[in-house]
């Protein structure tokens, strides 16, 4: 294979996975992280946590996983976030409250069936950054409701460029 080949293969199948679809969700992931970051730089609204790209990648990248469905999203977070503030209100910024957090966080969120793994993260970050009890609220639930509407609208807008399976006969 020569070195022009080689090229044209390898874009012909980039060309394949970042399709329409693709393109929307990016942009919806920009617009829902974007729109967060605005309000924190221009309104001091602090709506902005790491795990909340996490989320964003979940959300538009993986539409279709379990951790993606809004519920999953939505609960998850919110008890990661109470998981990780109540475990730092009680034992600090230890070490071990730090994995306490990450795994009280997966045992809460295996019983309600909400699995979103940024949640660990969201966990950890409420122990490393000591925050008041409004973290749970804002930027957590906030941010995660206003990227799961997002993640909504820009998944309703991919579906005329997605292909329908056929029906089995």
């Known amino acids: 294979m020569t070195d022009g080949e080689i090229r044209t293969n390898y874009l012909d199948g980039m060309r394949k ?11 919806g992931s920009f617009v829902g ?4 970051g605005v309000l924190w730089a ?6 902005l946590i790491a795990s909340l790209g ?3 990648v979940t959300l538009f990248g993986l539409p279709k996983a379990p951790a993606a469905k ?18 730092q209100y009680l034992l600090g910024t230890e070490w071990y409250a730090c994995a306490i957090a990450v795994m009280l966080s997966l045992v809460i969120m295996v019983i309600f069936d909400c699995v979103h793994p940024p949640g660990g993260a969201t966990a950890l970050s409420a122990v490393l950054t000591p925050q008041p009890w409004t973290f749970i609220i804002a930027p957590v639930t906030v941010g995660v409701i206003f990227l799961v509407c ?3 609208v820009t998944n309703r807008a991919c579906e005329r460029y997605e292909t329908k ?5």
């Open 70 to 87: 809004p519920k999953t999203a939505i609960l998850g977070q919110f008890l990661s976030a109470v998981c990780g503030w109540c475990t």
């Open 165 to 169: 399976p056929e029906p089995a006969k």
């Open 42 to 47: 221009f309104f001091d609204l602090p709506l």
């Open 17 to 27: 996975r970042f399709d329409k679809p693709q393109i929307i969700r990016a942009a």
């Open 33 to 36: 992280i974007g729109f967060l």
């Open 150 to 152: 997002v993640a909504y």
């Open 54 to 56: 996490s989320t964003a």
